[in-house]
T-cell receptor
Framework: KNQVEQSPQSLIILEGKNCTLQ??????????LRWYKQDTGRGPVSLTI?????NTKSNGRYTATLDADTKQSSLHITASQLSDSASYIC?????????FGKGTKLSVKP | EAQVTQNPRYLITVTGKKLTVTCSQN?????MSWYRQDPGLGLRQIYY???????DKGDVPEGYKVSRKEKRNFPLILESPSPNQTSLYFC?????????????????FGPGTRLTVL
C-alpha cells in the first residue's frame, strides 16, 4: 500500500532560524519526489522535483535531499522568513501518479 | 499569463444534482489531473490525463467522471453528488517529458474549487 509519512505535523520557529522537514515513503512505482508549498486556501506551488537518481536539489533557501534506498527525503529551509509560513507537502510517485503526504504546517514567528 | 483556471471557485449544491467543475490551462500541457483535499488528509488524486482522449483513474475515482476532448480543458463531472464529496478540489497541469520527470515537469495547480453538497 502506498504511504507517505511527514514529520513533524506542525512546527513553530523564529524568523531567521533554519528548520528541516522529514518525509518517509513507501510508493510504487517510484521515479520522482516533489516538495510543494501550500498557503492556506490556495493551490500548492512546486518547490523542487528530484528523480530517483538525484540526492539533492536546491531552490533558493530551500534544499531537498533524497535517499531512494531508505525511502527518505528532507526539506531544509535556511534563514526562515515570515512568508515561509505555510504547509509543506512531500509527493513521491511515478510519472502520472503522485501520492501526497498530509504536510507539515510551518509557522514562522517574528 | 500562464495559469490554470477553475470554475466555479465556490459551489453549494444538493444531493443528486449533477454538476461540472471546469478546468482550463493555457500552457499547452499534456498532463492534467484532479485532486481533492480534505482536512487531516493529503491531496488525493481523482483522475488524471496524459493527453487528449487518454484518462486514467487515480486513488479515489468513485463518483466522478472526467473527459479530455481538448488539450486545454479537463472538466470534472459529478453525476450524482453526495455529501461525502464535499471537499476542496484542485486541478493541475504539467508538461510530460518522454524521458521521465524533469524540472520542466513542474505541476501547476489551479486556485481550487470549494464544493459543499447538502
Amino acid at each position: 500500500k502506498n504511504q507517505v509519512e511527514q514529520s513533524p505535523q506542525s512546527l513553530i520557529i523564529l524568523e531567521g532560524k533554519n528548520c528541516t522537514l522529514q518525509c518517509n515513503y513507501t510508493v510504487s512505482p517510484f521515479s520522482n519526489l516533489r516538495w510543494y508549498k501550500q498557503d492556506t486556501g490556495r493551490g500548492p506551488v512546486s518547490l523542487t522535483i528530484m528523480t530517483f537518481s538525484e540526492n539533492t536539489k536546491s531552490n533558493g533557501r530551500y534544499t531537498a535531499t533524497l535517499d531512494a534506498d531508505t525511502k527518505q527525503s528532507s526539506l531544509h529551509i535556511t534563514a526562515s522568513q515570515l512568508s515561509d509560513s505555510a504547509s509543506y507537502i512531500c509527493a513521491p510517485g511515478g510519472q502520472g501518479n503522485l501520492i501526497f503526504g498530509k504536510g507539515t504546517k510551518l509557522s514562522v514567528k517574528p | 499569463e500562464a495559469q490554470v483556471t477553475q470554475n466555479p471557485r465556490y459551489l453549494i449544491t444538493v444531493t443528486g444534482k449533477k454538476l461540472t467543475v471546469t478546468c482550463s490551462q493555457n500552457m499547452n500541457h499534456e498532463y492534467m489531473s484532479w485532486y481533492r483535499q480534505d482536512p487531516g488528509l493529503g491531496l488525493r488524486q481523482i483522475y488524471y490525463s496524459m493527453n487528449v482522449e487518454v484518462t486514467d483513474k487515480g486513488d479515489v475515482p468513485e463518483g466522478y467522471k472526467v473527459s479530455r476532448k481538448e488539450k486545454r480543458n479537463f472538466p470534472l463531472i459529478l453525476e450524482s453528488p453526495s455529501p461525502n464529496q464535499t471537499s476542496l478540489y484542485f486541478c493541475a497541469s504539467s508538461l510530460l517529458s518522454s524521458g521521465g520527470p524533469s524540472p520542466g515537469d513542474e505541476q501547476f495547480f489551479g486556485p481550487g474549487t470549494r464544493l459543499t453538497v447538502l
